[in-house]
């Protein structure tokens, strides 16, 4: 089983920026699609951004679109969710996930490990 553990969250002031890291450990995730959720005070959780596993395929939620960044380094186990201009209503518990199965890269039901998500708090 793996586990994923995401860091780098904290409190900035809109404009700013922040780098989310999910370090995954237990087993390789080297072979697996990945995705960043957030969920944000009274919402549901939803789709942030997807990276392939190969990391050539990119997909964003269109919120953030052109503001983040997903990438992933697979010799140490790592995606990293770059956050920049940053907004308010980014405000959220932010997850990292695999992918477990073939379905749509934005639906949660598609990943199968979750970590146990950070803060991420913009203020204005």
């Known amino acids: 089983q793996v586990q994923l553990v995401e860091s780098g969250g904290g409190l900035v002031q809109a404009g700013g920026s922040l780098r989310l890291s999910c370090a995954a450990s237990?087993?390789?995730?080297?072979?697996?699609?990945m995705g960043w959720f957030r969920q944000g005070p009274g919402k549901e959780r939803e789709f942030v951004a997807h990276i392939s596993a190969g990391g050539t395929i990119r997909k964003y939620a269109e919120s953030v679109k052109g503001r983040f960044t997903i990438s992933r380094y697979n010799a140490n186990n790592t995606v990293f969710l770059q956050m920049n201009s940053l907004k308010p209503e980014d405000t959220a518990i932010y997850y990292c996930a695999v992918q477990g199965n073939s379905g749509e890269y934005y639906d949660t039901r598609s990943y199968g490990s979750w970590g146990q998500g950070i803060q991420v708090t913009v203020s204005s």
């Open positions: 237990g087993r390789t995730v080297s072979s697996y699609p």
